[in-house]
């Protein structure tokens, strides 16, 4: 078990259709959140509580950024959740070498940067004994590409590559990954895409049933939430 209370977490995409329902979780567990988006306007009028960073975390100077605001006004790093992303559809000669490139910085660079970042804190973190846990959302075309979302699936497949290895590295240091691959979610991501139209999709999972389970697995010490782990 993860106590979670008074710890100090990152919730990057805290305005988001996933970000926003477990930083309200996670504020009502009494983490001490540093709320990262790109609109501090739109961070402050979620009423979660916590410190705003406005960031692109795009750039790679936003990890540091990120980073020291979580240091200087919470007293250091527990916990990071990662809940930004972007995704794009097309068949393989559609998508565009930009599209590409916002796809692989925001989907796979971005959550990187910030754990190499953070490292540090979540260094200090463990060693006082807090349990430190940084949670990837990725999504199940990391397990199961799909056509028409190549680029996009190759994106989440690399963060569960990552994923995959910095585990096997961290759990010495007692940091605890969590690769997160839930099927498809009604965030509302879907009808904001880099580029082409979504496919008729069934319906999603309800983000609120889905913020729960990360919750719970990360207050569980669960160390991995594969698609499957959604289901029944």
């Known amino acids: 078990m993860t106590a979670l209370a008074d710890r100090s977490v990152i919730v990057v995409g ?8 477990i930083a309200r979780r996670l504020a009502d ?3 001490r959140l540093t709320l990262v988006g790109r609109d501090a306007d739109r961070l402050r009028a979620t009423g979660v509580p916590g410190v705003v960073v406005a960031a692109d975390v795009r750039k790679a100077a936003s990890a540091s950024q990120i980073v020291e605001a979580a240091v200087t006004e919470q007293g250091g790093v527990d916990g990071i959740v990662f809940a930004a992303g972007a995704v794009a559809f097309g068949a393989v000669d559609e998508i565009s070498d930009d599209v590409m490139i916002e796809l692989f910085t925001l ?13 540090p804190a979540l260094r200090a973190s463990a060693a006082a004994g807090h349990d430190p846990f940084v949670a990837h ?4 075309v990391a397990e199961q590409p799909q056509p028409g979302m190549a680029a996009y699936s190759a994106s989440k497949a690399a963060l569960a590559a990552y994923d995959a290895a910095a585990t096997r590295e961290l759990r010495r240091e007692k940091i605890r990954l969590i690769d997160i691959r839930p099927p498809h979610t009604e965030t509302g991501l879907a009808q904001r895409p880099l ?3 979504a496919p008729r999709l069934p319906e999603g999972l309800d983000p609120q049933q889905v ?3 990360i919750v719970t697995a ?11 782990a959604f289901t029944g």
């Not at 989907?107 to 490292?119: C, E, H």
């Not at 959302?137 to 199940?140: D, E, G, K, L, P």
């Open 218 to 228: 990360i207050s569980e010490g669960e160390k991995e939430l594969p698609s499957t």
């Open 195 to 197: 580029a082409g139209t």
């Open 211 to 213: 913020a729960d389970r």
């Open 14 to 21: 805290a305005t988001g259709g996933l970000g926003l329902p």
């Open 107 to 119: 989907n796979a660079l971005a959550p990187m940067r910030l754990l190499r970042a953070a490292l």
């Open 137 to 140: 959302i990725s999504a199940v």
């Open 29 to 31: 567990q009494g983490c």
